[in-house]
């Protein structure tokens, strides 16, 4: 049975025509064969299609030649002006009788406007410091013991950065770490003691790992320039400050009211989404339920259990193709469960990240072409983690991951977990626009991975480029990749192949880095300390090149041929391992490894 929705009223010929996908659902579901819904051009406000194990075999998708918008928010047009202040200001929207709970206003030409943020640039320092517990790696499970809620549940702030008059009530505080951050609420404001207690609690202790900073989003004192608003939840009041040329009486904005605007329940089955566009799904502080225990603070690593405008989680054969989805407040796709197929997707301004897949099917050298396997395909990404900055342009596990567009992150482009998984044919631009310590393409604690075929772009301003930003980066307990044919461009650090793991085989690629600030003039390329790896016919083409490496390395790695450096100065830095001798290190291309660096710079020679 094919039912199509319209909000035209009048019958398409020959065909069954409803107004509402609820109409549509209840149809299909007395139905038997194919189950079809075909969506007409138009805008469809505050949609919440929630998908049951009744419709499995479903396929929603636009009608030819249209495009259909589905909308996860209402209209608000009946501003007025705060005569005092020049504000504008409205009503939160009710949905069954409770207030609309957002973060996110659009106006209706579709500008994402920024929430109230104090201090507007930068960050605020509190008076934390965490030094109860020692960071170990996420290979050995994060902290050396577990953390206690009275270590992640807040923080002492400076007296003079926070008002007495401070609206704990609608305050939202962002707490930063250093690869991520947490997004919390304030649960108890100590204005005597000048703490903030949190919640939920925070995915790592603030004031740990070198960093005691956070930002305010939702209050007043966030409102110092025009085009930003806030909402007062007391009072169930939305502020705007205009610009010079708005006028109260034409101002509308869009108000999500969902977030997700199609929900698939555990369970669901060989649904496919095609054609369609999806705007203005807003997001919750935090999921109540987490997937992983670091997962708290409605953020977490990657911000993974962030809702998506498309959602579902324990699901199977699922295809999401030529979908656009932007200007949404969590992910674009989060989807978790079984052969899960994502193709051709535009995805933009997002306040999470782009694209979450998270896939059961256990990969092999073998089966990981196969069509059945979950996978990311020529998709399109850009300006995401607007607002929870440790979002990532595609996070996944178990998928394959190719030829995919992503740009202007504010943290990493692609983590790809699951062993044997491949990165393919991507193109990286400028990641790590905020946050620190990433890279455009970051795998860990995974095995028998290829990394091949990308291409990783920086072209960050000379202040920024200081930050530990990596075009391809390696972490712990990566063993046996393959990592080729990369080329790239821009970054300080090019590579780094860190601890744990074994055999990764680095050959034929190119890393080009060019900078003209002192001090920032040396592309870097690091070697492991306690893991064999080739690499071997690699180019590495910069002034300066400086190759950081340890005795460690040298007991373990043996094929370091045919590498060329194009270069004035090659400088080779020993990196301490606290698990081995100080010991004199041998000459870099002596009898011990078999290298051979070549110099075609102004200096000539060898190295």
């Known amino acids: 049975m094919i039912v199509h929705v319209s909000d035209n009223p009048l019958e398409i010929q020959g065909a069954k025509t409803v107004a509402s996908f609820d109409e549509a659902l209840s149809l299909l579901r007395k139905a038997s064969g194919e189950k079809k819904i075909v969506v007409h051009g138009g805008t469809y406000p505050a949609c919440n299609i929630k998908l049951t194990k009744e419709d499995n075999g479903l396929t929603i998708e636009a009608a030819g030649g249209e495009k259909p918008v589905l909308s996860g928010a209402v209209t608000v047009s009946d501003w007025q002006r705060d005569e005092k202040i020049g504000w504008f200001i409205a009503d939160v929207p009710t949905i069954d009788g409770k207030q609309a709970d957002f973060r996110l206003l659009l106006k209706t030409d579709g500008t994402y406007l920024k929430k109230a943020r104090y201090p507007l640039s930068g960050r605020l320092e509190h008076e934390t410091v965490f030094t109860a517990g020692e960071w170990v790696g996420s290979h050995a499970g994060g902290w050396q013991r577990p953390l206690l809620d009275e270590e992640l549940n807040h923080f002492t702030y400076k007296k003079e950065d926070i ?170 796709i989060m989807l978790r469960g079984e052969s899960l197929q994502v193709r051709r997707c535009n995805i933009k301004k997002c306040g999470a990240g782009g694209i979450g897949i998270s896939s059961e099917n256990l990969l092999t050298p073998e089966n990981r072409y196969e069509a059945w396997v979950s996978c990311v395909e020529d998709c399109r990404i850009e300006n995401i983690a607007l607002d929870y900055l440790g979002a990532v342009g595609i996070f996944s596990n178990s998928a394959m991951l190719r030829r995919n567009y992503i740009a202007e992150t504010s943290y990493t482009s692609i983590i790809a977990n699951g062993d044997y998984c491949v990165v393919e044919d991507n193109i990286c631009i400028n990641p790590m626009l905020v946050l620190n310590d990433g890279a455009c393409i970051y795998m860990h604690i995974n095995k028998g991975c290829i990394i091949r075929g990308n291409m990783c772009l920086c072209q960050k301003a000379p202040d920024e ?117 100080d010991e004199p290190l041998p000459e870099f291309g002596g009898t011990n490894v078999k290298s051979e660096f070549v110099s075609l710079g102004a200096k000539g020679g060898r190295y």
């Open 163 to 332: 008002s007495d008059d401070f609206d704990a009530e609608s305050a939202e505080i962002q707490v930063y770490h250093s690869w991520n951050e947490s997004y919390c609420k304030i649960s108890k404001h100590d204005r005597e003691n000048c703490v903030f207690r949190l919640t939920p609690n925070c995915t790592y202790p603030p004031g740990s790992l070198y960093v005691s900073a956070y930002a305010v989003y939702n209050t007043k004192e966030g409102m110092a320039e025009d085009g930003r608003w806030y909402c007062d939840r007391g009072a169930g009041k939305i502020y705007y400050r205009p610009y010079p040329n708005e006028d109260v009486e034409s101002f509308a904005c869009f108000v999500p009211v969902t977030t997700k605007i199609i929900e698939m329940e555990d369970g669901c089955e060989n649904i496919t989404i095609k054609g369609l566009s999806l705007t203005a799904a807003t997001t919750p502080v935090v999921n109540e339920k987490y997937l992983h225990p670091c997962q708290r603070g409605g953020a977490g690593f990657g911000v993974m259990e962030q809702d998506g405008a498309i959602y579902g989680k324990q699901l199977k054969n699922i295809e999401i193709t030529d979908v656009d989805i932007y200007n949404t407040g969590g992910y674009g």
């Open 465 to 581: 480029i200081s930050q530990m930003c990596w075009a391809i980066y390696l972490d712990s307990d990566t063993t046996d990749f393959e990592i080729c044919n990369n080329i790239i461009k821009g970054f300080k650090r090019a590579m780094l192949d860190a601890r744990m793991g074994d055999r990764n085989r680095w050959h034929h690629n190119y890393m080009e880095y060019s900078c003209d600030v002192a001090g920032h003039d040396t592309m870097s390329v690091e070697l492991p300390t306690d893991k064999r790896i080739d690499f071997y016919s690699n180019i590495m083409n910069s002034e300066n090149i400086k190759i950081i490496y340890s005795r460690g390395f040298f007991d373990q790695s043996e094929d370091m041929n045919f590498n060329t450096a194009v270069c004035k100065n090659i400088v080779f830095e020993y990196r301490k391992n606290k698990n081995l001798p």
